[in-house]
């Protein structure tokens, strides 16, 4: 059953057990070439290369970083399982995350840097702006998707186990196999 969006205690908007956190920054002026080079080294870090799934923040779904408006101004969206404390907790006391982040962070204006966890969760809630709408296409928090593909993984090596065909015949299974016939 899906759950409307509504209005999160955090901010950004809840679907479900999932929120959704958007966040725009200034770039400061000349900074654009090496903002680049900054998101390309995060890119290339483990965890966040394309088909890595170790995030140091294992609640997060998904996250971009969008520079626009010819290198002026920084996007970072991103959506998350939990509530939205929980998750700026999780990122603040990442370590090589958050220093990652900061290496980007420091190319936009109005970033004094770390140690200063305060000023930063400051910032980033002054950058903060709340979606217009959010949807999500399918349900469950990050635990759960992970979950499910590994028992799929799991199903998968039953199938095509040799002794597995006779005990694949009963009938219990058989809702289980017809969904895996898809």
Not at 8 to 18: E, H, I, N, R, S
Not at 37 to 62: C, K, N, V
Not at 112 to 118: F, H, I, R, S, W
């Amino acid at each position: 059953m899906a759950t409307a969006a509504r209005g999160a205690p955090g901010p950004g908007v809840t679907v479900g057990p999932t929120s959704e956190f958007s966040l725009f920054f200034r770039v400061k002026p000349g900074d654009g070439a090496p903002l680049r080079a900054a998101l390309r080294d995060l890119q290339d870090t483990p965890g966040y290369r394309p088909g890595d799934y170790g995030m140091a923040i294992s609640s997060i779904h998904e996250a971009r970083f969008v520079l626009f408006d010819d290198d002026t101004r920084l996007a970072f969206i991103t959506s998350f399982d939990g509530p939205w404390d929980a998750y700026m907790e999780d990122f603040f006391t990442s370590g090589p995350t958050l220093g990652l982040f900061d290496v980007i962070f420091r190319h936009t204006e109005g970033y004094d840097g770390l140690p200063d966890v305060a000023a930063v969760k400051s910032f980033v809630l002054s950058a903060q702006q709340t979606a217009a709408a959010y949807a999500r296409n399918y349900g469950g928090t990050v635990k759960e998707v992970r979950k499910a593909q590994r028992v799929n993984a799991a199903f998968q090596q039953v199938l095509d186990h040799p002794d597995a065909a006779g005990a694949l015949q009963h009938p219990a299974l058989k809702p289980l196999l017809d969904e895996a016939a898809d």
